[in-house]
């Protein structure tokens, strides 16, 4: 099941929590304790910077899957509705921004993190994604991921009842979104086991995977799905939905709604949808998410962040997608894909 470490930072109080939940999350992910220690430090760092600055934020620590085989890392995001910084590069340098506080700095949790990266938007806030594996894994997380995500659970649940999963190989990207009916343990078991049949059924298309899912889903109480399969070598994706999951192409300079199928997978009979295809270019990105974000979120803006990672691309969704006061009311998971050449032809 998806376990989902989350800690709301309203005040400096809650800075050892965050520090708690990334010790516990490393450990739980087979971790040594030189790389907890890292891990606990970035989340005590960005914890009291987000007291400090932006008058609190959200910690969420989970594991990070890689999509080209069974690697894991802990991936922590802090996010935040603060002023946002004017200047990252200064921010990142040693001392800048910990006065008074742990001495560490943004600079040396990028240092000691396999990977880290930070956006800020003047006046939206600020979100920073960092990422720790285990030595022999470590060269798969160390750069920027192009398929990735985040989960944030409804408060005080422990497990989310969404699901994300990726699957690469050939040149093809499978991405998938469940979300179980409802929330708590039964939702979680369901999107988990329709994360579990996608990694594990490579090649299929996304309607075939969807019929597997009806069936496997029938034992749960179903779920809702998104499945993209992404052919960058034909410049081609292709989606099928079922339920109300969100998903917003953009491709030739402009945003596309993508339309699922009104149903619940593994409930009742289902007419899997015709699968929908569409153009796939450099600078291209695709982003799915649950209804845990709100029906008023619009994707306008978002393609600037299509050279960032793609858990950075999700929290920022995130975060500009509501605000501080507003109550969550589900749990909410965004996945981002975004295409592996940039617009200039160089590689990332």
Same mark, same amino acid.
């Given at each position: 099941?998806?376990?989902?470490?989350?800690?709301?930072?309203?005040?400096?109080?809650?800075?050892?929590?965050?520090?708690?939940?990334?010790?516990?999350?490393?450990?739980?992910?087979?971790?040594?304790?030189?790389?907890?220690?890292?891990?606990?430090?970035?989340?005590?760092?960005?914890?009291?910077?987000?007291?400090?600055?932006?008058?609190?934020?959200?910690?969420?620590?989970?594991?990070?899957?890689?999509?080209?085989?069974?690697?894991?890392?802990?991936?922590?995001?802090?996010?935040?509705?603060?002023?946002?910084?004017?200047?990252?590069?200064?921010?990142?340098? #040693?001392? /800048?921004?910990?006065?008074? %506080?742990? +001495?560490? &700095?943004?600079? $040396?949790? !990028? @240092?000691? *993190? #396999?990977? /880290?990266?930070?956006?800020? %938007?003047? +006046?939206? &806030?600020?979100? $920073?994604? !960092? @990422?720790? *594996?285990?030595?022999?894994?470590?060269?798969?997380?160390?750069?920027?991921?192009?398929?990735?995500?985040?989960?944030?659970?409804?408060?005080?649940?422990?497990?989310?009842?969404?699901?994300?999963?990726?699957?690469?190989?050939?040149?093809?990207?499978?991405?998938?979104?469940?979300?179980?009916?409802?929330?708590?343990?039964?939702?979680?078991?369901?999107?988990?086991?329709?994360?579990?049949?996608?990694?594990?059924?490579?090649?299929?298309?996304?309607?075939?995977?969807?019929?597997?899912?009806?069936?496997?889903?029938?034992?749960?109480?179903?779920?809702?799905?998104?499945?993209?399969?992404?052919?960058?070598?034909?410049?081609?994706?292709?989606?099928?939905?079922?339920?109300?999951?969100?998903?917003?192409?953009?491709?030739?300079?402009?945003?596309?709604?993508?339309?699922?199928?009104?149903?619940?997978?593994?409930?009742?009979?289902?007419?899997?949808?015709?699968?929908?295809?569409?153009?796939?270019?450099?600078?291209?990105?695709?982003?799915?998410?649950?209804?845990?974000?709100?029906?008023?979120?619009?994707?306008?803006?978002?393609?600037?962040?299509?050279?960032?990672?793609?858990?950075?691309?999700?929290?920022?969704?995130?975060?500009?997608?509501?605000?501080?006061?507003?109550?969550?009311?589900?749990?909410?998971?965004?996945?981002?894909?975004?295409?592996?050449?940039?617009?200039?032809?160089?590689?990332?």
């Amino acid at each position: 099941m998806t376990r989902v470490w989350e800690v709301e930072v309203r005040d400096a109080t809650r800075v050892p929590e965050a520090a708690r939940a990334a010790g516990e999350a490393a450990r739980g992910l087979g971790l040594d304790e030189a790389r907890t220690a890292d891990a606990v430090l970035t989340a005590s760092e960005l914890a009291t910077n987000m007291c400090r600055y932006a008058g609190g934020g959200r910690f969420v620590a989970e594991a990070a899957h890689e999509p080209w085989g069974r690697a894991r890392a802990l991936q922590m995001l802090a996010l935040d509705h603060g002023p946002g910084i004017p200047d990252v590069s200064r921010a990142m340098e #040693d001392g /800048f921004s910990t006065a008074d %506080s742990l +001495g560490t &700095g943004l600079g $040396a949790c !990028a @240092r000691v *993190a #396999d990977f /880290f990266e930070l956006q800020s %938007s003047p +006046g939206r &806030g600020t979100v $920073a994604v !960092a @990422r720790f *594996a285990r030595p022999d894994e470590r060269s798969h997380f160390d750069t920027r991921a192009v398929t990735g995500g985040v989960h944030v659970p409804l408060r005080d649940h422990k497990r989310s009842g969404d699901a994300l999963a990726f699957r690469s190989g050939a040149g093809r990207r499978t991405v998938m979104l469940a979300d179980g009916l409802g929330h708590g343990d039964a939702a979680a078991e369901a999107s988990t086991l329709a994360a579990r049949f996608v990694l594990h059924r490579g090649g299929e298309t996304p309607e075939a995977l969807l019929r597997g899912l009806h069936e496997a889903l029938r034992r749960t109480r179903g779920a809702a799905v998104a499945l993209a399969e992404i052919d960058e070598p034909r410049h081609r994706l292709t989606f099928c939905g079922v339920g109300n999951i969100g998903a917003r192409l953009y491709s030739g300079g402009r945003w596309e709604t993508l339309l699922s199928r009104p149903g619940i997978v593994g409930a009742f009979s289902l007419r899997t949808p015709l699968p929908g295809r569409y153009e796939w270019s450099p600078g291209d990105m695709l982003v799915l998410h649950s209804d845990g974000l709100p029906s008023r979120w619009t994707p306008a803006g978002t393609e600037r962040l299509r050279d960032r990672d793609a858990a950075v691309v999700a929290g920022a969704v995130f975060r500009d997608s509501g605000s501080a006061a507003r109550l969550m009311r589900d749990d909410t998971s965004i996945a981002v894909a975004t295409h592996t050449v940039r617009p200039d032809g160089e590689g990332r």
